[in-house]
């Protein structure tokens, strides 16, 4: 592998989609596509970490023990702490919104490509 390729291989696992962001942080009943379904309905960590057990369970797909595993993972204070740190050190979305770019969520790009 040349070093240029192996810059651009850094820098892209440097960035992830939010959907990927949730599967990484290992909920118990929450694989990929519950992630996505996540992601795609809260479209930021504030939004899912502010919802509710019933918020979760009216989401296709998510019932009752998703809903109450992804609730308690979120209310741990050590996962409140880490999930604190890692949105102080910032994420490439928040940085295009601080510089006024527009940006769109995954909903949107899937609305977008009309899929």
Avoid: C, W
């Avoid at 939004?47 to 308690?72: F, H, R, S, Y």
């Avoid at 910032?90 to 601080?98: D, H, I, N, P």
């Amino acid at each position: 592998m040349t070093i240029p390729k192996l810059i651009k291989a850094l820098d892209k696992s440097k960035s992830t989609t939010f959907a990927h962001f949730l599967y990484a942080l290992g909920i118990r009943e929450v694989g990929e596509s519950t992630a996505r379904i996540l992601a795609q309905h809260f479209s930021s960590l504030e939004k899912l970490i502010a919802a509710t057990v019933e918020d979760l369970q009216q989401l296709t797909d998510i019932g009752a023990i998703a809903a109450q595993n992804i609730v308690a993972f979120l209310q741990q204070s050590h996962n409140r702490d880490i999930l604190q740190t890692l949105q102080k050190a910032g994420s490439k979305l928040e940085k295009a919104q601080a510089l006024g770019i527009k940006v769109i969520d995954e909903a949107g790009l899937i609305a977008l490509l009309g899929k």
